[in-house]
Nanobody
Framework: QVQVMESGGGLVQPGGSLRLSCTASGSGFSFYTMGWYRQTPGKQREWVAMIGRAGNTNYAEFVKDRFTISRDNSKNTVYLQMNSLKPEDTAVYYC?????????WGQGTQVTVSS
């Protein structure tokens, strides 16, 4: 049973920064393309960013140039550095493989951007 744990969320003012972390148990992490996703109440979960095995990255247009995804395979961890945060970035953030798999969803971490 894979365990995935996201952390690092919180309350931040518009224009502020947060760094999210996601650590997964089990083997094989370094072989997966990993991604960050987010969800707000009443909306479908949406993809935010991804990082491949070789470190290649891709971002949703609405976070490009503000968010940076990275990974440390020795720690089975993927990060999301979020800068210039906006109120519309408020959501629960999750990590998962890309494409996502049912057994890889964690509890998520809440990010609230508000003054």
């Amino acid at each position: 049973q894979v365990q995935v744990m996201e952390s690092g969320g919180g309350l931040v003012q518009p224009g502020g920064s947060l760094r999210l972390s996601c650590t997964a148990s089990g083997s094989g992490f370094s072989f997966y393309t990993m991604g960050w996703y987010r969800q707000t109440p009443g909306k479908q979960r949406e993809w935010v960013a991804m990082i491949g095995r070789a470190g290649n990255t891709n971002y949703a247009e609405f976070v490009k140039d503000r968010f940076t995804i990275s990974r440390d395979n020795s720690k089975n961890t993927v990060y999301l550095q979020m800068n210039s945060l906006k109120p519309e970035d408020t959501a629960v953030y999750y990590c998962n493989k890309v494409p996502s798999t049912l057994n890889y969803w964690g509890q998520g971490t809440q990010v609230t951007v508000s003054s």
